[in-house]
């Protein structure tokens, strides 16, 4: 069974930075590629970053040179360090697994940017 915690989100003030984490377990974390998506209040989910099995990044435009996601395969964790935080970055974030042509969803963090 796929578990999948994230941890991390606050209210920061703009321009502040914050890391988010998410653990993960129930499948081999090291085969799977994993994302973050992002749903702010009244907008669609949209992808914000992805990390391959082997690495490879890619990121939404709108965080590029603000965003930065990482894995960790000792520690099934998978993580997104955010900086320069705007207010529309204001969501909850959510990360999934992707594995064997499924995405399996968690609960999602909140990520509150306001002065």
């Known amino acids: 069974q796929v578990q999948i915690v994230e941890s991390g989100g606050a209210l920061v003030q703009p321009g502040g930075s914050l890391r988010l984490s998410c653990a993960a377990s129930?499948?081999?974390?090291?085969?799977?590629?994993m994302s973050w998506y992002r749903q702010a209040p009244g907008k669609e989910r949209e992808s914000v970053a992805t990390i391959s099995a082997d690495s490879n990044t890619k990121y939404t435009d709108s965080v590029k040179g603000r965003f930065i996601i990482s894995r960790d395969n000792t520690k099934n964790t998978v993580y997104l360090y955010m900086k320069n935080l705007k207010p529309e970055d204001l969501a909850v974030y959510y990360c999934?697994?992707?594995?064997?042509?499924?995405?399996?969803w968690g609960q999602g963090t909140q990520v509150t940017v306001s002065s």
């Open positions: 129930g499948f081999p974390f090291r085969r799977a590629a």
């Open positions: 999934i697994v992707h594995y064997i042509g499924r995405d399996y």
